[in-house]
């Protein structure tokens, strides 16, 4: 992974690196001559999801520097000191069983029959860039802002509009209200660089309006962490949830956890 990076230049996102390193024959990879690359095809027997997680670690220990703008990798001085033989890292695989929905590790907004297809790599990093920094400056787990299945579902179905980014999982009136300027953006600038169009999400009906609150009906035949995830996922903010059931700000976010 990391001699490909560096084989590359260092101007490419993690999808187009997965790509030479899985042997693709796509166009890009072609009009590049990245195929005449010794990292081309040398990781052919490992999934794009593996790689994916593979990417996400290097980038958590400090071996790559992704480009919050553009989701473009490179190498760090560590990462090179690792190429040179002077570090060495260790690294963990992708657990078998979580191969299958997506992403591997995340918590929060996804449901157990729910599995990701295909999503661009690419923006998914920089949308969960973006997250980062906002959960930082909230002082909040990251997925309180979304969870993995909403960046996953922004990066397939690409909204680039308030209306179509409420169709969006998790993302309520809410969210739209304090997420949208921050995240459309984003989208709409990786489309026009990549020549991509919003792909809208078959069958789904924006979310304009803060739902009513749960029925003491509903409450009764749902457990307290059921009903404080699908009242935060749905975009009421966690104050106001704690507020209602009269909960710490802390039990709503460990509910949220378990949903």
């Known amino acids: 992974l990391l001699t490909c990076v560096q084989q590359t230049g260092g101007y490419f996102g993690a ?11 796509a166009k890009k990879v072609l009009d590049n001559e990245h195929n005449r690359l010794s990292s081309y095809n040398s990781g052919s027997d490992t999934t794009k999801q593996e790689w994916t997680f593979f990417v ?8 790559l520097n ?11 001085g560590q990462g ?13 695989r992708l657990p078998a069983e979580q191969q299958s929905s997506g992403l591997g590790g995340s918590r929060g907004g996804r449901s157990k029959d729910w599995v990701a297809g295909d999503y661009d790599t690419d923006l998914f990093d920089v949308l969960r860039a973006k997250r980062t920094e906002l959960a930082n400056a909230a002082n909040v787990p990251p997925y309180v802002i979304f969870g993995d ?9 690409l909204p680039q509009s308030e209306a179509s980014f409420g169709s969006i999982h998790g993302v309520g009136a809410s969210k739209i209200k304090k997420f949208a300027s921050e995240f459309i953006p984003l ?19 924006p979310v304009y309006a803060q ?15 059921q009903e404080v995830g699908e ?29």
């Not at 090179?80 to 963990?92: E, F, P, W, Y």
């Open 56 to 63: 996400h670690q290097f980038v958590d220990q400090g071996l």
């Open 231 to 259: 009242a935060v996922a749905a975009g009421e903010p966690i104050a106001d949830v704690a507020t209602r059931l009269g909960v710490k700000h802390g039990t709503v976010t460990t509910n949220v956890a378990k949903f």
């Open 149 to 157: 299945r909403s960046l996953i579902e922004m990066a397939t179905h």
């Open 187 to 205: 989208i709409v600038a990786h489309c026009e660089q990549n020549e991509l169009t919003e792909q809208p999400k078959p069958g789904a009906v």
């Open 211 to 225: 739902p009513s609150a749960p029925t003491l009906s509903d409450s009764l035949h749902k457990k307290r962490w």
């Open 80 to 92: 090179q000191a690792v190429l040179d033989g002077d570090v060495k890292v260790m690294g963990d």
């Open 66 to 76: 992704r480009d919050l703008k553009y989701g473009s990798l490179s190498l760090t």
């Open 15 to 25: 999808a187009h690196i997965i790509d030479v390193l899985r042997g693709s024959a």
